[in-house]
């Protein structure tokens, strides 16, 4: 191998799999840890939608973090891997009943509600359950996020959330709610956010709210702020975590909490997304007429992300001893077009057997993949696991 960061043992286990350096994580999370105890009154929860692999959720128990959940199996996946029921926060903008039967069996800590039907009907199965459920409001803050338009949540007609425009009305509703128990306001802007002055408009936004609330004598005790921010996909090795010093410090210098409140974060790419790697193998090396082609063994079944968002992953070859480098096109066996990890690669001269590491692939890779053309998902594989 010819990277560190790699152990030789991955050269025994079949392709692909995932790899999760669990050194990294660990670091990661300690910083996390850090400046939410730096700061009073704020409050870490991971967005398991990232991923959900047990052995990563394990780790991140151990730390104390709380857990956002988007379904009624992320939660039990959460409670099966030891989170504190008491920290998990359920959001989703379509919940089913057996999952709101769910998190009320547990008594999580809050729903993060949508809409007035979704309010309702968590009354009524609260009632029929003799519970009282927790509620934040979803609120769209009409903020644009720099980011992929498929990953921006927070416009006025985006599909999540409540208006601002309905915000004391379905306020006004929860109080009229015999098992309903009005906690804050939930906000999610995007994800994979870079520019800083996105969180900062979110916290202008928020200061907005709360003080048309003030007026209207509606406490607030929960606020929940999302996730969002990115992590850097072109330079994962010199930069392999999130900028969280300036995340942090961004909404304790702007937002103005009231007495009392708590402020919440749902942060997933940004704790998984740099410890982890698709380790695939070169099947082919094809020369067209103008282009070559590395073709492996992963696929768009195991990281939709480059076919999905047209997201840059880097690549490296892990395994090449060449002097000599050559550009390819990286790409695997589906049957699609769009199965391309990415093109005009730099890599050492690749040949056949050559395994290539797909870098930042620990958010939404490994929980997103398929089975399509009957394909067997990818092991995940830690660090922990090869010592």
């Known amino acids: 191998m010819n990277t560190n960061r790699y152990p030789k043992a991955l050269e025994t286990i079949q392709t692909p799999f995932y790899y999760y350096d669990t050194d990294l994580l660990r670091r990661t999370l300690a910083c996390i840890k850090s400046y939410e105890s730096s700061y009073e009154g704020f409050c870490v929860h991971y967005a398991i939608k990232a991923n959900a692999n047990p052995k990563l959720l394990k780790i991140i128990q151990e730390y104390g973090l709380g857990v956002d959940c988007v379904s ?24 089913s009943d057996w999952e709101i039967e769910l998190g009320l069996a547990h008594n999580i800590l ?16 609260a009632t029929d359950k003799n519970k009282t459920a927790n ?10 996020a720099h ?20 915000m004391e009305k379905v306020i006004h509703l929860t ?5 309903i128990h009005f906690m804050g306001l939930h906000f999610h802007i995007g994800s994979q956010i870079l520019d800083m002055s996105d969180f ?40 392999d975590m999130a900028d969280f010093e300036s995340y942090f410090n961004t909404y304790h210098r702007l937002l103005r909490l009231r007495q009392g409140q708590s402020l919440h974060f749902e942060l997933g790419r940004a704790v998984v997304a740099q410890c982890g790697s698709l380790i695939t193998k070169t099947l082919y090396v094809k020369e067209g007429n103008q282009r070559k082609f ?10 939709i992300r480059p076919a999905l968002y047209q997201a840059h992953h880097k690549i490296v070859n892990i395994s090449s001893e060449a002097e000599t480098t050559d550009t390819y096109d990286v790409v695997g066996p589906i049957c699609e077009s769009s199965d391309v990890f990415d093109t005009d690669v730099t890599l050492p001269t690749t040949r056949r057997g050559d395994l290539i590491a797909i870098l930042s692939a620990g958010a939404y890779g490994e929980a997103m993949a398929s089975r399509y053309n009957c394909r067997p998902f990818a092991k995940g594989y830690t660090s922990d696991d090869l010592c």
């Open 175 to 179: 109080q009229t709610l015999s098992n």
């Open 135 to 144: 509620v934040c409001l979803r609120i769209n803050p009409e903020v644009g």
């Open 200 to 239: 900062e408009a979110l916290c202008r936004r928020i200061n907005d709210l709360q003080d048309q609330l003030e007026q209207q004598n509606v406490k607030i005790e929960i606020i929940n702020v999302g996730g969002g921010l990115g992590v850097d996909y072109d330079s994962p090795e010199s930069n």
């Open 110 to 125: 809050c729903f993060n509600v949508e809409s007035i039907p979704e309010l309702e009907v968590i009354n009524q199965i």
């Open 147 to 166: 980011t992929h338009t498929n990953i921006a949540t927070g416009r006025a007609e985006d599909k999540f959330g409540i208006s601002m425009e309905d």
């Open 294 to 303: 590395v073709m492996v063994d992963a696929g768009m079944t195991d990281l």
């Open 72 to 95: 009624g199996g992320e939660i039990q996946a959460s409670i099966d891997a030891g989170f504190d029921p008491s920290k998990i926060v359920f959001a989703g903008v379509a919940k």
